[in-house]
């Protein structure tokens, strides 16, 4: 009996080494040379949490834990994210996250600085950030996020997606744009991180993904029900957050047994003329009004429900900065229209008209 069980442990560890050999083999191939992020033997990365250890633990989800380390060779606070076990996709979005985010270099992006695939853990290390992510300060209501804090991020958020969307070398498809996703450094500059539902497609081509990935929420409808994935999906997920960041609401939040739907709440709002009542109310009116209504307004425009209605990042970053003038969006929310309809589903109505509404109407007054 005691033979069996140790061929069994023998095979066992056979079966990871092969894994791991295959992994870096994948990994070798998508770097082509290129310096990248530091492959970091087990017991340093064992060693920088004490073990794992609970209380080292900065968070977690379905796709693992995120523990907070120190590298003893260099004391680097560093950020160790360890890849489920049971994640039917762990080493598919472990490899995506090694060989994309590691080769992008932007000052908005989360950077990778190395990884390790042994002993059946897939470990992801990262930069830290001391002031966690978004969704922490927003929700937690531990400290309050200051109006200045806030634009500066969604500016931030703004800047990263236009450089995966059109500065690189080639098309990135983030795929997972949410507050969780967006961590704050020490000057609370933000930075995009979480890249393993991302997707590399060439600038000139049409292509989009076919398998629907993301969190419920931040789903573009069309999305969500052709499951293809494209810089508009992206956009629209943006356009969520930059809600969020205003309003200091949820996508999705319960009022008096009523499930009211952040992007329908605020557009019922701004259509009759009173965009500044969706401001988060804590902030007890100390923001920039101007700054809040196209904070609002290009968020709207980015989760407008027609995906060729949707600015590109470029477009939406120059409102932002004020350096084009707000769009000119329908006073009610149009309905979401689909060349293809799957079966038993009908098809929607003509969406509304788009008349222009003024900035001074937007504001109130």
Same mark, same amino acid.
């Given at each position: 009996?005691?033979?069996?069980?140790?061929?069994?442990?023998?095979?066992?560890?056979?079966?990871?080494?092969?894994?791991?050999?295959?992994?870096?083999?994948?990994?070798?191939?998508?770097?082509?040379?290129?310096?990248?992020?530091?492959?970091?033997?087990?017991?340093?990365?064992?060693?920088?949490?004490?073990?794992?250890?609970?209380?080292?633990?900065?968070?977690?989800?379905?796709?693992?834990?995120?523990?907070?380390?120190?590298?003893?060779?260099?004391?680097?606070?560093?950020?160790?994210?360890?890849?489920?076990?049971?994640?039917?996709?762990?080493?598919?979005?472990?490899?995506?996250?090694?060989?994309?985010?590691?080769?992008?270099?932007?000052?908005?992006?989360?950077?990778?600085?190395?990884?390790?695939?042994?002993?059946?853990?897939?470990?992801?290390?990262?930069?830290?950030?001391?002031?966690?992510?978004?969704?922490?300060?927003?929700?937690?209501?531990?400290?309050?996020?200051?109006?200045? &804090?806030? !634009?500066?991020?969604?500016?931030? #958020? @703004?800047? *990263?997606?236009?450089? +995966?969307?059109? =500065?690189?070398?080639?098309?990135?498809?983030?795929?997972?744009?949410?507050?969780?996703?967006?961590?704050?450094?020490?000057?609370?500059?933000?930075?995009?991180?979480?890249?393993?539902?991302?997707?590399?497609?060439?600038?000139?081509?049409?292509?989009?993904?076919?398998?629907?990935?993301?969190?419920?929420?931040?789903?573009?409808?069309?999305?969500?029900?052709?499951?293809?994935?494209?810089?508009?999906?992206?956009?629209?997920?943006?356009?969520?957050?930059?809600?969020?960041?205003?309003?200091?609401?949820?996508?999705?939040?319960?009022?008096?047994?009523?499930?009211?739907?952040?992007?329908?709440?605020?557009? &019922?709002? !701004?259509?009759?003329?009173?965009? #500044? @009542?969706? *401001?988060?109310?804590? +902030?007890?009116? =100390?923001?920039?009004?101007?700054?809040?209504?196209?904070?609002?307004?290009?968020?709207?425009?980015?989760?407008?429900?027609?995906?060729?209605?949707?600015?590109?990042?470029?477009?939406?970053?120059?409102?932002?900065?004020?350096?084009?003038?707000?769009?000119?969006?329908?006073?009610?929310?149009?309905?979401?229209?689909?060349?293809?309809?799957?079966?038993?589903?009908?098809?929607?109505?003509?969406?509304?008209?788009?008349?222009?509404?003024?900035?001074?109407?937007?504001?109130?007054?």
């Amino acid at each position: 009996m005691w033979f069996m069980r140790r061929c069994l442990c023998k095979k066992g560890d056979r079966r990871k080494k092969e894994v791991d050999k295959t992994i870096d083999s994948m990994i070798n191939v998508a770097f082509e040379r290129e310096s990248g992020p530091r492959k970091f033997p087990y017991s340093v990365l064992e060693g920088a949490t004490k073990n794992f250890m609970e209380e080292r633990k900065l968070g977690g989800g379905g796709f693992g834990e995120v523990y907070r380390g120190v590298l003893h060779d260099s004391q680097l606070e560093v950020a160790i994210k360890r890849i489920s076990r049971g994640s039917k996709q762990g080493t598919k979005e472990y490899i995506s996250e090694v060989t994309i985010i590691s080769r992008l270099r932007h000052r908005n992006l989360v950077q990778l600085i190395g990884y390790c695939h042994e002993r059946g853990d897939l470990l992801l290390v990262y930069e830290y950030m001391p002031n966690k992510s978004l969704d922490y300060h927003l929700y937690k209501k531990t400290r309050l996020l200051l109006w200045p &804090e806030r !634009y500066k991020i969604a500016l931030g #958020l @703004a800047s *990263a997606l236009l450089y +995966l969307h059109e =500065e690189w070398e080639q098309c990135v498809i983030h795929r997972d744009v949410k507050p969780s996703n967006l961590m704050l450094d020490s000057g609370f500059n933000a930075k995009l991180a979480d890249f393993g539902l991302a997707r590399l497609v060439d600038h000139d081509s049409n292509r989009e993904t076919t398998v629907l990935a993301g969190t419920r929420g931040y789903i573009a409808p069309e999305y969500a029900i052709t499951g293809k994935a494209s810089k508009e999906t992206d956009v629209f997920s943006f356009g969520v957050v930059i809600l969020e960041i205003a309003s200091g609401r949820k996508p999705s939040e319960v009022e008096k047994d009523d499930q009211v739907n952040l992007v329908e709440w605020v557009w &019922e709002l !701004y259509g009759n003329g009173r965009c #500044l @009542a969706a *401001a988060d109310r804590r +902030l007890e009116m =100390e923001f920039d009004e101007q700054q809040m209504v196209y904070l609002m307004v290009v968020g709207l425009w980015c989760a407008h429900p027609d995906r060729d209605q949707r600015p590109t990042m470029r477009q939406a970053i120059n409102v932002l900065k004020f350096d084009t003038p707000l769009p000119a969006l329908p006073p009610n929310m149009p309905i979401p229209m689909f060349h293809s309809p799957p079966r038993n589903v009908p098809a929607p109505s003509n969406s509304d008209s788009c008349p222009i509404i003024s900035n001074t109407t937007l504001m109130g007054r």
